[in-house]
Nanobody, 116 residues
Framework: QVQLVESGGGLVQPGGSLRLSCAAS????????MGWYRQAPGKEREEVAS?????????ADFVKGRFTISRSRDNAKITQYLQMNSLKPDDTAVYFC????????WGQGTQVTVSS
């Protein structure tokens, strides 16, 4: 089992920045994929960015050049980050981290609101 704890959401003005974190603990040695998804009201959940075990990253077109996914690791946990710059009102959503090991795991979600 993998346990996930998300943090870092909030309210920001258009053009501002936020950094989301997701700390994975437990069965971290089987993790091969980490990613961020988001879901806005009335819309389906969509992938935002991902990073694989060998460090390959992938971004949705609507965040390329603005968001950066990264990760760090110590003996007990792996933490993935999503640095979000040049935020737009359309980026408003609940953001979920997703980790794949022997099965998929989802974080609890964190609200990001971009508004003036």
């Amino acid at each position: 089992q993998v346990q996930l704890v998300e943090s870092g959401g909030g309210l920001v003005q258009p053009g501002g920045s936020l950094r989301l974190s997701c700390a994975a603990s437990g069965d971290i040695f089987n993790i091969y994929f980490m990613g961020w998804y988001r879901q806005a009201p009335g819309k389906e959940r969509e992938e935002v960015a991902s990073i694989t075990q060998n460090g390959r990253t992938n971004y949705a077109d609507f965040v390329k050049g603005r968001f950066t996914i990264s990760r760090s690791r110590d003996n007990a946990k792996i933490t993935q980050y999503l640095q979000m710059n040049s935020l737009k009102p359309d980026d408003t959503a609940v953001y979920f981290c997703n980790v794949r090991a022997t099965r998929k795991h989802w974080g609890q979600g964190t609200q990001v609101t971009v508004s003036s």
